[in-house]
């Protein structure tokens, strides 16, 4: 199966960093063939602090998703937190994703699925590649067509995790699509001070383990300029790596 590449900042910011990340998008999609996905949020409810960028909201957000979507010809895949979400996203995005610790509310499960959109079910931390047989099984059993699954990392102890790649073969039982979360794996929750932290210098070796163990899918989260991003920035893969990177998962 041909890989799928997911990126996009980690929450919406402004239109012109939509726009700016866009268009390095679709000139990757031209020049390597590949099947690239635009990826953001339009609000993070799941942030460390209460005072932390939460993004523009469902209604401004959608609209400038499909702004995007209209300027750049690029699929748009963004995230929902709550089942009342569900419709008005479906509406424009291609994907719907389902935040790792959410991927067992069965009523948000059941509104991404019944949307007609992908839905893209993160693992949750706290659980294993085999525990993700059960939230595919609630989103095809709500008429899901098609249902993905993404490795994103385990808790290891306090404000780190680890990846356990086996996960990756373990969840393809379960679906055709999975895909490697290379930008959350390598995140340090909660450790920078209200904040998240990051090592965003292992992306590269995230991405290219996950494939050597069957990944066909790639997420990454990526800004022109990560150290003063809004959100997620120390896990964030800088937009000029991001071609080189995808060039080289694609062969």
């Known amino acids: 199966m041909k890989p799928i590449f997911i990126a996009g900042p980690c929450v919406i910011e402004s239109m012109d960093v939509l726009q700016t990340v866009a ?38 957000g959608m609209q400038m998703l499909a ?16 089942s009342s979400q569900a419709a008005a996203a479906g509406e424009v995005a291609d994907i719907l994703q389902i935040p790792a610790f959410l ?20 693992k949750a931390q706290f659980l294993s590649g085999d525990d993700m047989q059960y939230p595919v099984e609630k989103c095809r059993e ?3 067509k098609e249902v993905w699954l993404t490795e994103r990392g385990n808790i290891y102890g306090y404000n780190n995790l680890v990846v356990d790649f086996r996960n990756i073969p373990l969840m393809k039982q379960y679906t055709d ?32 383990a996950a494939k050597a163990f069957g990944a066909n899918g790639f997420f990454f989260e990526t800004h022109p300029d990560p150290d003063h991003a809004l959100s ?8 000029d790596q991001l071609a080189a990177l995808i060039k080289e998962l694609a062969q």
Do not use: W
Request: overall charge positive; aromatic content about 6%; glycine content about 10%.
């Open 23 to 60: 268009k390095e998008l679709a000139k990757i999609k031209q020049e390597t063939g590949a099947t690239v996905y635009f990826k953001a949020s339009f609000d993070k409810a799941n942030r460390t602090s209460i005072h932390s960028f939460r993004g523009p909201g469902l209604e401004k």
């Open 67 to 82: 702004d995007i979507k209209a300027q750049f010809g690029l699929p748009i895949l963004t995230d929902i937190h709550e």
């Open 103 to 122: 991927c067992r509310q069965t009523d948000l499960l059941v509104a991404a699925s019944q949307t007609g959109c992908i839905v893209n079910v993160k």
């Open 142 to 144: 709500a008429g899901a």
């Open 177 to 208: 699509r999975v895909v490697m979360d290379c930008t959350h794996s390598v995140q340090r929750p909660g450790a920078a001070g209200g904040k998240t932290g990051g090592n965003r210098e292992y992306i590269p070796s995230m991405a290219l």
């Open 232 to 239: 997620d920035g120390p896990n964030m893969l800088p937009l």
